[in-house]
């Protein structure tokens, strides 16, 4: 007997504190508002339970047919209380749904997942709660579940709802107790529910607190907007210093203006979208990694017609510096040309594949995407593959050469020549590389290179002619520098502060950042 006693107590204290019943169910279907949210919130303080009818009331899957209520899924009908199937009588209507109930109910099933046992789903129910009115009788309900709560993430998101709703109680204690718990918290609605607040506070003492917490979160939303401007800035760098790389080599080299390289990065783009295309038909199950593919076969699109230019039209203008400026700017316009023939004059779309899209949430005001962050990476093993290039191969060594002293190089037996034309290969399948990159952040057209070609020149100029080190800085400065000034001043004026900072900068030094080695004998 004591254990069947015992027995009854152990499942009474298990038992849900509400459960689903044909009343609730009546009262969410009946049409009166004010019944509907009394049996909603009834339904927030119940189990889980409650859920499958929210949602399939949400769907329009709920009929109704005198006093009770039946869920409708294609040509079968259940009971919407007890799940058995039933006969739909001829008479059922649909259960009619405001845009306001509806809100509420979405907002309900967020309330009643707090006591899901899955974290992530508590988890996913606190931010979608985030934009809900926060009466006293949620925040009771929010404050049940922060004890609860085993799990700090969970648990100090909860304790800023709370505090957040409590900021609007009639209680003097409770503002002042939510004002303090507010004070850490890093968020824009955070910060507009203070301002709101102290606008109409009259309490002394809740105005001090107030004030405090307000300054302290818009100091940490400070910061959170200068990492992301930060964080802009090396993204764009990145991309200059991907653009640069290739030019920084032929310009060092061989000191040609090539006015077709932003060319070379509009060429590897297009390999990517014909990549993208052939895995997308031939290899749909490999699709999420085509950029493996894509990234060597644009470098070697580019790097084939770059060799081409080379060969064709370079090689008869060493020298003499504005005919090849002309002569590689007529190869651009033939090349976008040529481009628009192809694939037509507008845009094309190359596809995140899956592992790149979404974003990383620092905080509430920072977010890092992830395809910014793959080409951050991209480009610090791009360099250090060319640094290990330079500094480590034969073909470094007599690139080097070449670019210090031609005639002594000669004169060892180096091949200049030769080493010309590989270079600038080198150079146009680093501009290839670019493009891939490029593709990841925004559309393909046959202009593209035309908006990194200046840029591209000013990184080469403002960290020395041939030296890597000098366009990694100038690349990822110009990039952190051009953000804070277009967050300050607008794109423009931003564009028109570096070009006289880099016009002033050359007059006192010519050489850039990093002078080269050795003696320049050309």
């Given at each position: 007997?004591l254990?069947?006693?015992v027995g009854?107590?152990?499942?009474m204290?298990?038992?849900?504190?509400?459960a689903?019943?044909?009343?609730?169910?009546?009262?969410?279907?009946?049409?009166?508002p004010?019944?509907?949210?009394?049996?909603?919130?009834?339904?927030?303080r119940?189990?889980?339970?409650?859920?499958p009818?929210?949602r399939?009331?949400?769907?329009d899957?709920?009929?109704l047919s005198?006093?009770?209520?039946?869920?409708?899924d294609g040509?079968?009908a259940?009971?919407?209380?007890?799940?058995?199937?039933?006969?739909?009588?001829a008479?059922a209507e649909?259960?009619?749904t405001?845009?306001s109930l509806?809100l509420?109910?979405?907002e309900?099933?967020?309330?009643?997942e707090?006591?899901s046992?899955?974290?992530?789903?508590?988890l996913?129910?606190?931010?979608?709660?985030?934009?809900?009115?926060?009466?006293?009788?949620?925040?009771?309900?929010?404050?049940?579940?922060e004890?609860?709560?085993?799990d700090?993430?969970?648990?100090d998101a909860?304790?800023q709802m709370?505090?957040?709703?409590?900021l609007?109680?009639a209680?003097?204690?409770?503002?002042?107790s939510?004002?303090?718990a507010?004070?850490?918290?890093?968020?824009?609605?955070?910060?507009?529910?203070l301002?709101?607040?102290?606008?109409?506070?009259?309490?002394g003492?809740?105005r001090?607190a107030?004030t405090?917490?307000l300054r302290?979160?818009e100091?940490?939303?400070?910061?959170?907007?200068n990492?992301g401007?930060v964080?802009?800035?090396?993204s764009?760098?990145?991309i200059?210093l991907?653009?640069?790389?290739?030019?920084?080599?032929?310009?060092?080299?061989?000191?040609?203006i090539?006015?077709?390289?932003?060319?070379?990065?509009?060429?590897?783009?297009?390999?990517?979208?014909?990549?993208q295309?052939?895995f997308r038909a031939?290899l749909?199950?490999?699709f999420?990694?085509?950029?493996?593919?894509?990234?060597p076969?644009?470098?070697?699109?580019?790097?084939?017609?770059?060799v081409?230019?080379e060969r064709?039209?370079?090689?008869?203008l060493y020298?003499?510096?504005?005919?090849?400026l002309?002569?590689?700017?007529?190869?651009?316009?033939?090349?976008?040309?040529?481009?628009?023939?192809?694939f037509?004059?507008q845009?094309?779309?190359v596809?995140?594949?899956a592992?790149?899209?979404?974003?990383?949430f620092?905080t509430?005001?920072?977010?890092?995407?992830?395809?910014?962050?793959?080409?951050?990476i991209?480009?610090?093993?791009v360099?250090?593959?060319v640094?290990?290039l330079?500094a480590r191969?034969?073909?470094g060594?007599?690139?080097r050469?070449v670019?210090?002293?031609?005639?002594?190089?000669r004169?060892?037996?180096?091949?200049?020549a030769?080493?010309?034309?590989?270079?600038?290969a080198?150079?146009?399948?680093?501009?290839g590389l670019?493009?891939?990159?490029?593709?990841?952040v925004?559309?393909v057209g046959p202009d593209?290179?035309?908006?990194?070609?200046?840029?591209s020149?000013?990184?080469v100029?403002?960290?020395?002619?041939?030296?890597?080190?000098?366009?990694?800085y100038?690349?990822?400065g110009?990039?952190?520098?051009?953000k804070?000034?277009e967050?300050?001043a607008g794109?423009?004026?931003?564009?028109?502060?570096?070009?006289?900072f880099?016009?002033?900068?050359?007059?006192k030094r010519?050489?850039?950042l990093f002078?080269?080695?050795g003696?320049q004998?050309?």
């Amino acid at each position: 007997m004591l254990r069947l006693i015992v027995g009854l107590l152990l499942a009474m204290s298990v038992a849900p504190a509400m459960a689903l019943d044909r009343e609730t169910i009546a009262q969410l279907t009946g049409g009166d508002p004010d019944e509907q949210h009394k049996a909603l919130d009834a339904a927030a303080r119940g189990d889980l339970s409650a859920i499958p009818f929210l949602r399939d009331l949400l769907a329009d899957r709920v009929k109704l047919s005198g006093d009770k209520a039946f869920i409708v899924d294609g040509d079968k009908a259940v009971d919407a209380l007890e799940r058995t199937p039933a006969e739909l009588p001829a008479d059922a209507e649909d259960a009619s749904t405001s845009n306001s109930l509806r809100l509420a109910i979405e907002e309900t099933i967020a309330l009643i997942e707090l006591a899901s046992p899955d974290h992530a789903a508590r988890l996913e129910a606190v931010k979608r709660l985030q934009s809900a009115e926060l009466d006293d009788s949620r925040v009771s309900l929010l404050a049940k579940a922060e004890q609860k709560e085993r799990d700090a993430s969970v648990r100090d998101a909860l304790r800023q709802m709370r505090a957040l709703g409590e900021l609007q109680s009639a209680d003097r204690v409770q503002r002042l107790s939510a004002a303090q718990a507010l004070r850490t918290t890093i968020s824009g609605r955070v910060r507009e529910a203070l301002k709101t607040r102290l606008a109409t506070e009259e309490d002394g003492e809740v105005r001090v607190a107030l004030t405090r917490s307000l300054r302290n979160v818009e100091s940490s939303l400070a910061i959170g907007e200068n990492l992301g401007v930060v964080f802009s800035g090396l993204s764009l760098g990145s991309i200059l210093l991907l653009a640069a790389l290739g030019l920084a080599i032929t310009y060092g080299l061989m000191g040609v203006i090539n006015m077709a390289h932003g060319e070379m990065m509009m060429i590897g783009a297009y390999a990517t979208y014909v990549v993208q295309n052939l895995f997308r038909a031939h290899l749909p199950d490999y699709f999420q990694w085509y950029l493996a593919a894509a990234a060597p076969a644009a470098f070697l699109v580019a790097a084939l017609v770059g060799v081409a230019i080379e060969r064709t039209v370079i090689r008869f203008l060493y020298g003499r510096a504005l005919e090849t400026l002309l002569a590689t700017w007529g190869v651009s316009l033939i090349l976008m040309q040529a481009v628009r023939s192809l694939f037509g004059a507008q845009n094309v779309q190359v596809e995140n594949p899956a592992w790149m899209s979404g974003r990383v949430f620092v905080t509430d005001n920072l977010e890092l995407p992830y395809n910014r962050i793959v080409i951050l990476i991209f480009s610090v093993g791009v360099l250090l593959l060319v640094s290990f290039l330079l500094a480590r191969t034969r073909l470094g060594l007599f690139v080097r050469a070449v670019t210090q002293n031609r005639g002594m190089a000669r004169c060892v037996g180096v091949d200049s020549a030769r080493i010309d034309t590989m270079a600038f290969a080198l150079g146009s399948g680093l501009a290839g590389l670019a493009g891939v990159a490029l593709s990841q952040v925004g559309n393909v057209g046959p202009d593209l290179g035309q908006h990194y070609i200046v840029d591209s020149f000013m990184v080469v100029v403002l960290g020395g002619v041939g030296q890597l080190a000098g366009a990694v800085y100038a690349a990822l400065g110009l990039g952190v520098a051009g953000k804070i000034l277009e967050n300050m001043a607008g794109a423009v004026l931003a564009e028109i502060a570096l070009l006289i900072f880099i016009v002033v900068f050359i007059q006192k030094r010519p050489q850039g950042l990093f002078a080269l080695g050795g003696r320049q004998a050309d």
